[in-house]
């Protein structure tokens, strides 16, 4: 009897991995910046090489992942992770530009990580799990347990050891997805599609409900890291923390109730509605915004911030979800430019938020008040999908 429970375990620690690479290297800016004398414009660098990279992770798996296979890709996932952190810690010390290191090594775990985000959720959706919308959410949660993960155990190490000893650290956090190769090579995995019955990257686009999807991912993962990336920046500004502390009470209490809300709807997902969670998640959503970037008081602000965190929660792999009953021929490449959507907004969001703010004179709460946009169009979306899907069925 295949063990579909090993299948589930190596997904979940393949998200974890997947936080691990996206903000580990984010707590570390300011010391590349005065220990590397990289330029504050080259450090910014650093996370559009990120989200570009993973970009065209997602574009290749659309094309090539079926040909190609889901274990070798999702095995060399873990191994690109593992390098690119391992490289970390040593390619800016041995290479005569530590910059060019840096990129190099955050290329590698780049496609790594892009690879997990489109393969994890296909994997555990072709296994034969009851109530695959719950199952979908939990999985997805891991992420969030990975992020507060990374970032309690780093400013733990931190006080303890020092940051100086930040590549100790990048070396022990590879070894997770090192040894996660090992779970992905022995556990079952199944094909989504039989081969050649996936509905292909044309027709796919084709259908209208297809297109809101794609806005509606956009949305999710616009609406997620406007705020997500953002919010430490705002709890030291508005509230005057230290960055320790602002990370603590921004980007990991943000965290923390994305978690706890993935976690609702994977334990009572065969309770509740996901159309009906997801309208609510994003009026929330709405209301968080609002709080953030129009309260004059700051501690009603981060309230907004952290309590955004569980709104957007369902968001992502909600859309997931429903997206992969309304095309259950959608295969490879449904996931794989559903991701690359998410990934788009989750680039431009941020994008948008710091552009306006900079206009205003470097106001982040301005700068939110574009953010209200995010959660007003997905909930359209959703609504214009579920009529869509209505008359279809």
Known sequence: ??????????CYLGFVTQAIVANFAPLLFLKFHTDY???????ALISTVFFFSQLLVDLFCARYVDKIGYRVCIVASEAFSAVGLVGLAILPEI????????????????????????????????????????TMSLLHSFYCWGA????LISTIFFFIFGIDSWKWLAIIFALIPAFNIYNFVTCPIEPL??????????KLFLNPMFIIAIVMMVCSGASELAMAQWASAYAESALGFSKAVGDLAGPCMFAVTMGISRVIYGKSGDRINLHKFMIGSGLLCFVCYVLASFSTNPV????????????????????????SKAFPTGGTAMFALLAMAGDLGGSIGPAIVGRTADLYAGSINIGMRVGLLFPVTLCVMLIIFNILNSKKC
């Open 193 to 202: 599609v039989e081969e050649g019955q996936g509905m292909g990257i044309r």
């Open 37 to 43: 004398n990289i330029s504050l414009g080259n450090i």
């Open 148 to 151: 507060v993960g990374t970032i």
């Open 1 to 10: 009897m295949k063990n579909y429970k090993k299948t589930k375990i190596a």
């Open 95 to 134: 290479m005569s530009s530590a910059f060019s290191g840096i990129i190099i090594s955050v290329f590698l775990y780049a496609v790594g990580s892009g690879l997990i985000e489109v393969l994890g959720s296909p994997i555990v959706e072709a296994c034969p799990f009851d109530n695959k919308e719950a």
């Open 300 to 323: 009603i602000g981060l309230i907004g911030c952290i309590v955004c965190g569980f709104s957007v929660g369902i968001m992502w792999p909600g859309t997931i979800s429903i997206s």
